[in-house]
Structures are given as C-alpha cells and as structure tokens.
C-alpha cells in the first residue's frame, strides 16, 4: 500500500493524534495548573499543589501508552512502536560492570594496588 508505514491503508489519512487524545494525555497539566493558581490565589497549602504536578507527570506515561494501545488494537496502527531502534548491546557494558572478559585486567590492578601498602607510606 502507498503512503503508509504499516501497510494500513486507512492510518495514511487518519491524524497521529486527536485532541480528544491530547487533552486526555496532557489534561493532568491543566489540572495542575489551575490547582496551582487556585492555591497560591487562596494562600493555601503549595505541598497539594506540588504533588498534583508529580501525579500530572506519572499520568502522562500510562495514559500515552494506553492510547497508544488502544490505537494498534482499534485501528491497526502500529507506528507508535514500529520505529524504535534497539541499540546494538556487545557486551562492553556488563564486562565493565562485572569487571570479567576484557576488563578484568582491571580488576585485578585495582586488588594489586589495594594490597600494596608500600605507597601509602
């Protein structure tokens, strides 16, 4: 099919996100906000105002990813996730952190020079 990423031909026409979607997603925010103004408007308690911004920005993730769900099983539009690019994992990093296959050289200078005492003195 032309003009599409997944082969879907009705995603092509269809907006990645609707402002239903949007709202939905970012409407935490706005509620923040407003119980922001309306706190510091009232003298009251900032602390309820700082927590209604941590709970607007631990909604954003689930309720993206809900919609996002909910768009490749509705509509069949998968392209949320058809573009992520695993990095390629050649094992440099485990190797360092357990200091075993190629850096254990390391590890083993580290134990030498710990147990030497002569420097210190």
Do not use: C
């Not at 941590?54 to 919609?67: F, I, K």
Request: net charge negative.
């Amino acid at each position: 099919m032309a003009g599409t990423r997944n082969g879907n031909a009705g995603t092509a026409s269809r907006p990645r996100s609707t402002w239903a979607e949007r709202a939905f997603v970012l409407g935490g925010f706005a509620v923040a906000a407003f119980w922001t103004v309306v706190a510091a408007a009232f003298g009251l308690d900032m602390n309820a105002a700082g927590a209604a911004w941590l709970v607007a920005v631990l909604w954003t993730v689930p309720s993206s990813l809900a919609l996002a769900l909910r768009r490749g099983f509705v509509h069949g539009d998968w392209s949320a996730f058809a573009d992520y690019d695993f990095s390629h994992d050649d094992g440099d990093l485990d190797e360092w952190s357990s200091r075993t296959g190629r850096y254990q050289y390391l590890a083993d200078m580290e134990e030498r020079l710990l147990r030497d005492d002569d420097h210190l003195r």
